[in-house]
């Protein structure tokens, strides 16, 4: 940690300190947009993230991203060569390398793995920056991995140095705890693992929660329509129209007005008929929840939310217009343009940040399971265990593994089919004991000789 003083608001270049509103204001990404993109003057009113967090389906968006990215194991590997010279790569066991035991064990002894993979990617999905303390012995091995809040933390340049540096502000005993601090200290790009989607500046993530004011601003404004038309007992605004050349005193109106409200209350509680004096007529102002197409901007914004975090609307239980057969496809897509693209902004700054560059260039590297962030169900993962054994690409313990059952005593073996021709990279036959026609059947033997013929003359 940096022991000397932090640099003035003044020299910073990323966001002045009345830009800067954390999770407590309009989190933007903690630096602004405004003049960058040109996104001024919002048509609707500017949306929080409490505000944001609110509404199920950004809540639910963030819930998905972050379990699907939270089950799926993350592990130190090395990469292999064949002796073809393929390139392939192997798990590291615990006892071969500390980074490994870090990752088999927990990260801090508050959290589990899961717990802070789906924190992180929680801040992700909203805020587009995350970050974690690596604590470190003298040695330099990692002790531990401490998150911090996104509203905790702030990324200032030091022109003096020509570095950037963090800002974390300690507030609370939480925070004292966390972090073991008891007051504001600054980090240099070293000492912590910042990780950030969609750079504009190159320095810091822009706030999807800010780009998307829009949709989450319209979002909150059919919340507060429904509300309003909820509280007064599903009554719309209006009028009273009085038949012509009629007119009532100031006694009458008051009268009229007061005789109204009782009434409406009856029709509440007793479900009264409501009769009015004086022959007037009610005649609404307001359009009703079907006039106003609740149902189908209701179906709109959850299908804008899910595509503003790009996840298939069906994992937010939304099926209008999703056929089954379409899902695997649009699994497909989830795990390629969301899933993946997050855990390799966590696994890439975990590498450098955990291993060293000479750890790094023989082949060390840090990765989430990719078969647990692809294929989520058992049938699927199944089927594709078995397409790849029968096809003899993986060994019948390595289809074991992935299903999650226990290896074989003789499971190290390949399955290959009977009629086929196995060639090695030299081009040399390898196996010649196939059928001739590619049918099955078994060739003939050709020591073989016809009982019936003689016996040649010796």
Known sequence: MASSAAPSPASNFVGSATEWKGWKGSGRGWFSLMDLLGVQGAQFREISIGEALQQAAV??????????????????????????????????????????ALLWLRPNKWMTWPELVEMTVFHLGLVNNAYWIPRKTLGGDVLSLVPILPGRCRKDA????????????????VDRVLMDADRDFILFEDEICHFATRRLNGVTGASTLFLAQRTLALNAALQEFQNRLFTRGDMPRGVFELPEGRELTQEQFDRVVDSFKAALRAVREEDAPIVVEGGA??????MTAMEAGVNESWDRAVSETARMFRIPPYKLQHYANV?????????????????????????????????????IMQGLYIEFDREALYITDIKSRTERATKLFEKGIITKNRALEMVGENPAEFGDVYMMPANTFLISTSNEVIVTNQ????????????????????????
């Open 281 to 286: 007529k009610w005649q609404r102002m307001a």
């Open 323 to 359: 056929k089954y057969e379409n899902m695997d496809s649009m699994a497909q897509f989830y795990a390629d343009e969301s899933l993946i693209p997050r855990a390799r902004v966590i696994e890439e700054r975990l590498t450098f940040a955990l291993l060293t560059e000479r750890e």
């Open 158 to 173: 030091w022109p003096d140095q020509r570095e950037f540096c963090y800002r974390v502000s300690v507030a609370g005993v």
């Open 435 to 458: 059928a001739a026609k590619g049918d099955g059947s078994q060739p003939k033997d050709e020591t073989d000789g016809d009982p019936a013929a003689p016996a040649a003359d010796t």
């Open 59 to 100: 809540t639910v968006c963030l819930d998905v991203m972050a379990q699907d990215t939270g089950k799926a194991p993350i592990r130190l590997r090395k990469r292999t060569r064949s002796p073809a010279g393929h390139i392939g790569s192997q798990v590291m066991l615990p006892e071969e390398h500390p980074v490994a």
